[in-house]
């Protein structure tokens, strides 16, 4: 086969969020196309119509394309081998059915679901492995017509032959079940609605697809899916399987581990860039075997089905964290503002539309803390200090500066702050030059000059470095936002007028 003429399709059901096993899934497809520059089609599976939703296929989605996705074939927009939705192809799949009853390769099964039942209970009861019994097997095929055009339920069950249920499973080897273990399954259930494992033959076999890579969730149904490529006589796609995705606990991921679904990475401010880079590492490695940042055009220049890891990948938070933080100090300027307004906005710290001056500020604002952060959801507590002056927690948090000479520090803060006030506008040189003149009249100098200063003037014990605060408190003031950002002056006013709380003593 040329490489070119790769298909593969990711298919979920459109019944949740998009979890990371599938985000992955996703993105080995999608890797894997590219890489090849073949043809990746979404498929969605909604045809079990209890669980399924349209919000959730809405949200997949956009999910799918903020993941930095993008497909050549999907629902949204067709394609040659459509339609892209289960629910909309069951013609398909009844003909189908009829077309492997008239072979001889199927049945219709009368069981009601109480024989089924009884059945599986009596296995069980002897220790064997609950199976269909085949009952409905030997009812003549022109008895059956009759029953059903008379209006009696049935299915259609999948009539299993002596054959070898085996493949070369990409990522596993040599995988094979025997025929024995497998009942009949039912292709399409009494009220018409196509069972997964028929539905997904038909489907990737009439939209050519040439390899299956999935979860090895799966692996259970292949010998199945298997048995039908063999009964309607064509040919099967290569098959690869990818391993659980397990907790630190190793046990497999799910929501009490934390974020796991890719519209919970995205509230939490992870790059998608991030994510694809971390969750292509999860299970597999670059051919060097230790590189572990790569981007996305590196990510698909070097993927390759053969060097995916067969083994559980086990999911860590700090890791993803590490790669956010490179890939958020790579963002330029400009994109990691966009990226940031809609959390700042959220936490209620600015408005949006955010206008030119705005973002530039907000360029100084996000350079003074983005070494702080690991995702950007942690933004507007690293930013509150700008964005909102407390000044009684300034004034209190005073009082908890250890060694603290009150009287000192008390004469050390009214002559800093009687300095600025003389200033209309400051900068940070001219701050620095107050500092250094108080420090020449008090003897003070280093953290305990500082210290007091910063808690004085930010409200807090660390954050970023004065010299940036400084230019960011007094551009933000002269921006007028609302709610204001204060200037320094200010700040040092409200503190001089609040201070007694501190320097009551
Ligand atoms: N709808 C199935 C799922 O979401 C797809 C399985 C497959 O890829 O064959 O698990």
Redesign the pocket.
């Known amino acids: 086969m040329k490489m070119e003429n790769i298909r593969v399709?990711?298919?979920?059901?459109p019944?949740g969020y998009v979890h990371v096993g599938?985000a992955r899934?996703a993105l080995f497809n999608w890797l894997f196309a590219r890489h090849h520059k073949g043809t990746f089609v979404l498929r969605i599976?909604d045809t079990d119509v209890e669980r399924s939703e349209k919000r959730f296929e809405t949200q997949l989605l956009e999910d799918l394309k903020w993941f930095g996705l993008d497909w050549d074939e999907g629902p949204d927009f067709g394609g040659p081998l459509g339609p892209y939705r289960q629910s909309e192809r069951q013609a398909l799949y009844r003909q189908r059915s009829l077309e492997l009853i008239e072979r001889g390769h199927a049945y219709y099964c009368f069981c009601s679901a109480e024989q089924l039942e009884e059945e599986r209970q009596e296995a069980l009861k002897a220790g064997r492995q609950p199976q269909y019994s085949g009952r409905c097997r030997q009812i003549p095929k022109e008895d059956a017509e009759r029953r059903v055009a008379a209006g009696e339920p049935a299915a259609i069950r999948l009539k299993i032959m002596d054959w070898n249920l085996a493949w070369n499973d990409l990522v596993h080897g040599e995988t094979s079940f025997s025929s024995d273990v497998i009942g009949d399954p039912i292709l399409v259930r009494s009220g018409g609605v196509p069972a997964?494992n028929f539905a997904?033959v038909v489907d990737?076999h009439l939209m050519n697809i040439t390899h299956?890579?999935?979860?090895d969730?799966?692996i259970s149904?292949t010998p199945r899916?298997l048995a039908l490529y063999k009964a309607f006589g064509w040919q099967p796609p290569q098959f690869a399987h990818l391993s659980t995705i397990l907790g630190g606990d190793r046990a497999r991921l799910s929501k009490r581990h934390g974020a796991t679904s890719l519209e919970s990475f995205r509230a939490m401010g992870i790059l998608p860039e991030a994510l694809r880079n971390y969750l292509t590492l999860l299970g597999w490695s670059p051919a060097d075997g230790k590189t572990e940042i790569l981007d996305t055009e590196e990510l698909v220049q070097q993927f390759s089905l053969d060097h995916i890891i067969k083994s559980a990948a086990v999911f860590d938070q700090e890791k993803l964290n590490w790669l956010n933080r490179h890939y958020l100090k790579q963002l330029p300027m400009p994109e990691l503002v966009e990226a940031a307004v809609p959390f700042l906005a959220h936490a209620g710290l600015i408005s949006e539309p955010v206008v030119l001056p705005v973002a530039e500020w907000l360029e100084l604002v996000l350079d003074a803390v983005i070494n702080k952060i690991d995702y950007l959801s942690q933004l507007p507590d690293a930013v509150r200090l700008i964005f909102e002056y407390d000044v009684r927690k300034a004034a209190e948090s005073m009082g908890t500066i250890e060694s603290a000479d009150n009287a000192a520090t008390r004469e050390l803060l009214k002559r800093v702050v009687s300095g600025i006030l003389e200033e209309r506008q400051i900068t940070y040189p001219r701050f620095r030059e107050i500092l250094k003149e108080v420090q020449k009249e008090t003897g003070k100098k280093g953290k305990e000059l500082f210290h007091p200063v910063r808690v004085a003037l930010t409200g807090a014990e660390s954050g970023p470095e004065l010299e940036k605060l400084v230019p960011i408190f007094e551009k933000g003031a002269a921006l007028k936002l609302k709610p204001p950002v204060k200037s320094v002056a200010e700040r040092m006013r409200e503190f001089s007028n609040t201070a007694h709380l501190f320097f009551c003593g």
């Open positions: 399709r990711f298919a979920p059901s019944t599938n899934t599976e997964y997904v990737d299956v890579i999935r979860g969730d799966h149904n899916q």
